[in-house]
Structure formats: structure tokens, C-alpha cells
């Protein structure tokens, strides 16, 4: 009964009260070792609004998506993505990813066929700055993961408004 009140307030409104609850102090939002769907919540819906009714729930989580800068790292985005679905397609507009090791390798799968980060990242409606980051100096495997994220930065960037940067980590 709560949230028809709730919910019955100008969009406007909400999205002031949820820009107040939601980590009001910062613009990014960093969120790293989350593996699972109880380390998502944890992390980043620990406000009691994301449990006052599945509808707030996803008008929160969507407002938190975009509106934050997400800093995460490879592992932490599967788990994000698989875990928020197609709110992240439809919200997610300024993403940083860290490729910080071999088994984030192996999630890019740049020794496989199936592409699961490069597909979610393509699949992001509403991208509008991603920054990939990687620590990796030589070898085979990074060439790969090197002309995947080259290739990824053209399609996006052939969208339109899309800023992609590719970066090696210091």
C-alpha cells in the first residue's frame, strides 16, 4: 500500500528520492568480487526502497544504472548483467570494465567461439561512454582480447554517440 502512494507521486519526485537514497556521494558507482546474485544485492541494493515492492525495486535499480558511472571489473559485469537482464540493455549508459587476469580471460572467451561480454556490451541500448581497461603486456591471447575490443570500439562507436576507450592499466 505504501509503494501506490509512493508510485503515485510525479516521476520527477521519485527520481529525486531515489537520487538521495541511492549513494547520494558519488557519481560512480564501484562495485568489484561480486559473483553472485547475493553479492549484486549486497553491493549495490542495500537501501530498503529496493524492498518495498518489485516495482520500485526496478524503477530504482534502472534509475541507479543510469545515472552512475559503473566501475567494474569483468567478472562482477557477467554476474551483473546475468542478475539485472534487460535493465542493463536498457540503462546502462557509462560503464568501465577492468580485464584484470587469465580467467577474466577466459570470460571474454578469447580462446572460444561464444563472445558473452562482447555481446552484453553490444547489446547496451543506451551506452553512451565505455572504458576498457587491461593489464595484460604480450602474447597471443592478447592480441586476440587487443582485436575483439578494437573490433567492439568500431561497432559501438559506428552507432553513433558511443565514446569507447581502450586502455592498458598502468
Not at 123 to 139: D, I, P, T, V, Y
Amino acid at each position: 500500500m505504501a509503494s501506490e502512494g509512493f508510485m503515485s507521486l510525479p516521476g520527477e519526485l521519485r527520481n529525486a528520492v531515489y537520487d538521495h537514497l541511492l549513494f547520494p556521494e558519488s557519481d560512480t558507482l564501484s562495485m568489484r568480487a561480486c559473483n553472485s546474485n547475493k553479492d549484486i544485492v549486497n553491493s549495490i541494493m542495500r537501501s530498503p526502497i529496493f524492498r518495498v515492492s518489485k516495482e520500485i525495486r526496478i524503477e530504482a535499480l534502472s534509475r541507479l544504472l543510469s545515472t552512475k558511472r559503473i566501475d567494474i571489473n569483468t567478472k562482477t559485469m557477467v554476474a551483473l548483467f546475468r542478475y539485472v537482464g534487460e535493465l542493463a540493455n536498457e540503462n546502462v549508459v557509462d560503464l568501465s570494465v577492468i580485464i584484470s587476469n587469465s580467467s577474466d580471460m577466459h570470460l571474454w572467451k578469447v580462446s572460444r567461439g561464444h563472445d558473452f561480454c562482447l555481446a552484453q556490451l553490444s547489446a547496451l541500448r543506451n551506452l553512451k561512454r565505455l572504458e576498457l581497461r587491461h593489464s595484460f603486456r604480450q602474447g597471443p591471447l592478447v592480441d586476440i582480447l587487443d582485436l575483439r575490443l578494437r573490433d567492439l570500439k568500431r561497432d559501438l562507436e559506428a552507432r553513433g554517440e558511443v565514446k569507447v576507450k581502450i586502455a592498458e592499466r598502468p
